[in-house]
């Protein structure tokens, strides 16, 4: 793969989320730098999207540090359990909340995010990052980015 995307305008979400896959498939096949395939992947997912910011967190002792992203400057450390990323990490599955100031412990890193999905990327049993993807929407997440992003979070873990 090229360093740009090819995708068709106008396609619905899941559309663009099986277009864009493959492509990233082919763009992290043949490098082995983790960092690489993070930073990539995540500005392909907003290329592609237009999310507000998206990015990994990776999972360092009893935190969370921030990992690649696009975006707006982000929270640099996130405790086990505490906001919606560190709920993901703790409790090894997706969350998305339609609303962040409806999320109990939310954290804020900018009060311009108003939904957000969070989904762990889990090695060998054990959550080793969180991808975490915010939109300047409200409720502008749904099944479709939820099982998009748990398919490319497969991928994700084998970089680790």
């Not at 080793?128 to 099944?143: P, Q």
């Amino acid at each position: 793969m090229s360093e740009s995307l090819l995708l068709t305008p106008g396609q619905p979400k899941a559309a663009r989320y099986a277009e864009l896959h493959p492509q990233l498939v082919a763009l992290t096949a043949s490098e082995s730098d983790r960092t690489a395939n993070l930073a990539n992947t995540a500005a392909a997912l907003r290329q592609a999207f237009g999310f507000f910011w998206v990015g990994f967190y990776v999972v360092q002792g009893e935190e969370l540090v921030l990992g690649p992203f696009q975006g707006p400057i982000a929270c640099t450390r996130i405790r086990r359990g505490r906001g919606v990323c560190g709920t993901s990490w703790a409790e090894a599955r997706t969350v998305l909340v339609p609303d962040v100031e409806a999320f109990p412990g939310h954290i804020a890193c900018s009060s311009d995010s108003k939904s957000e999905i969070v989904v762990p990327i889990i090695k060998n049993g054990a959550v080793v990052a969180v991808l975490d993807v915010d939109s300047d929407k409200l409720n502008d997440f749904d099944h479709d980015d939820q099982q998009a992003l748990e398919q490319l979070v497969q991928l994700a873990a084998t970089w680790f």
